[in-house]
């Protein structure tokens, strides 16, 4: 991780620009679920789970106000698959076992070396107050001084638009049954990465509420 925009020195104030990182990180992972009479066989090799991804991302954190912070975020993903999978209504099929026609969704499995790449955008903001209650006892006879109460409410938004048209689409519909049905699958929905994009925007707003009730009391031995 580096923040190109932030100097070696840091006296002085720091600039709005400085809180902005870049990263690079990336993986590669093979996985084999097999038996020992079955290894270095071709069977293996074709349902061998293989794959390598690297991301870049790119983002800041900026604290608007006193409590509000905003951090925009931009990431680059690349993967790199052995495989990946095509979907087709076959209303003609015919089960193998018992002969008989059986309209279904049959898999095509595409082999070799697919790149599949996505930018992902995606801002998000969180507003984080305390708020302070404290309620002291005057009687001085009393053995509980004084309670303080903090509430703490935390609001977050986050939002990622639609890239469809701006990214590569690795998405497609098929029919899934007699009455024309359909849905909307991944080539590599089941790919040891899943897929770099996203079908479409997607939004989540989260809130919660922290509450720390606090008792201090007046020591035994204290004779003040």
């Known amino acids: 991780r580096i923040y190109p925009f932030r100097g070696l020195s840091k006296t002085g104030a720091?600039?709005?620009?400085?809180?902005?990182?870049?990263?690079?990180?990336s993986r590669f992972e093979n996985r084999i679920n097999t038996y020992d009479s079955l290894l270095f066989t071709q069977e293996v090799f074709d349902d061998m789970d293989m794959g390598f991804q690297h991301q870049i991302p790119?983002?800041?954190?900026?604290?608007?106000?006193?409590?509000?912070?905003?951090?925009?975020?931009?990431?680059?993903t690349g993967n790199i698959y052995t495989r990946s999978k095509r979907l087709r209504w076959d209303p003609d099929y015919i089960d193998p076992e018992t002969g008989?026609?059986?309209?279904?969704?049959?898999?095509?499995?595409?082999?070799?070396?697919?790149?599949?790449?996505?930018?992902?955008?995606s801002i998000s903001m969180s507003f984080n107050p305390k708020i302070y209650g404290l309620f002291q006892f005057k009687n001085p006879e009393s053995k509980v001084v004084a309670i303080r109460h903090v509430?703490?409410?935390?609001?977050?938004?986050?939002?990622?638009?639609?890239?469809?048209?701006?990214?590569?689409?690795?998405?497609?519909?098929?029919q899934v049954d007699t009455l024309g049905n359909t849905r909307v699958?991944?080539?590599?929905?089941?790919?040891?990465?899943?897929?770099?994009?996203l079908n479409g925007r997607s939004g989540s707003i989260?809130?919660?509420?922290?509450?720390?009730?606090?008792?201090?009391?007046?020591?035994?031995?204290?004779t003040t």
């Open 206 to 222: 989260n809130f919660s509420l922290n509450n720390n009730i606090e008792m201090k009391l007046r020591s035994a031995s204290d």
């Open 14 to 25: 720091s600039k709005w620009y400085s809180n902005i990182e870049l990263s690079y990180s």
């Open 58 to 76: 790119l983002s800041a954190n900026f604290k608007l106000f006193r409590n509000f912070n905003i951090s925009p975020r931009i990431q680059y």
């Open 151 to 174: 509430m703490s409410p935390t609001l977050g938004f986050s939002f990622v638009p639609d890239m469809t048209g701006l990214v590569p689409n690795y998405y497609d519909t098929v």
């Open 185 to 197: 699958y991944s080539y590599y929905e089941n790919g040891i990465y899943g897929t770099p994009s």
């Open 100 to 121: 008989i026609n059986k309209p279904t969704v049959i898999q095509d499995t595409v082999y070799g070396f697919q790149y599949a790449h996505s930018y992902l955008p």
